[in-house]
């Protein structure tokens, strides 16, 4: 069966789930994860009766993903859909700076409000920023005025996004592939 919102085989995409969160997760989590990724916030009643079990269970079951983090139900905004500009700085990490001056980069990058997602590599000498704004010309001033002048900063390369066809498993309204 394919998902007509996301585009994706559910029961292929169900047994890579269940291959890489078998150890953690059941068929009962997987599906209350398919379940809210695809319709978003819904009531436990609802949830329930998509699942075909007990309105206690369904919470319950919802409740034990998402207390222990493995799932967050949240509001997203679509960038290219608001019509904003948004691109992937990739941050090359100075040889020279510690891990405490590291550490308060990537907590000033969370803390910048037009950040939406910093990604730390596992190496540590790469950090990858994602900013948005409403125009190039405002998104690059202050990429510059959050990078420039850092001793912990290298290097960085900014990636203006052209589109997204896919975000968080969904295909995105503008399919052209350019």
């Not at 609802?46 to 207390?67: F, M, N, V």
């Not at 998104?139 to 997204?164: G, M, Q, S």
């Amino acid at each position: 069966m394919i998902d007509l919102q996301s585009n994706i085989n559910v029961e292929e995409e169900f047994e890579l789930l269940e291959s890489i969160l078998g150890d953690s997760w059941d068929e009962m989590d997987i599906k209350i994860y398919q379940i809210l990724r695809d319709r978003g916030r819904m009531t436990d009643t609802e949830l329930a009766e998509e699942l075909g079990t007990s309105i206690t269970t369904a919470r319950r079951r919802r409740t034990k993903l998402q207390e222990k983090g493995h799932l967050l139900v949240i509001a997203l905004l679509v960038l290219q859909e608001a019509n904003l500009v948004y691109t992937d700085v990739l941050v090359k990490i100075s040889p020279q700076g510690s891990v405490e001056e590291l550490n308060d980069f990537i907590d000033e990058a969370i803390e910048n409000i037009r950040v939406y997602e910093v990604t730390q590599y596992l190496d540590n000498r790469a950090v990858l920023v994602r900013f948005f704004e409403q125009s190039l010309e405002e998104i690059n001033k202050h990429i510059n005025r959050f990078l420039l002048d850092r001793e912990i900063v290298e290097d960085y390369n900014i990636l203006p996004a052209a589109k997204t066809p896919k975000a968080w498993n969904r295909v995105l309204s503008d399919n052209d592939h350019i």
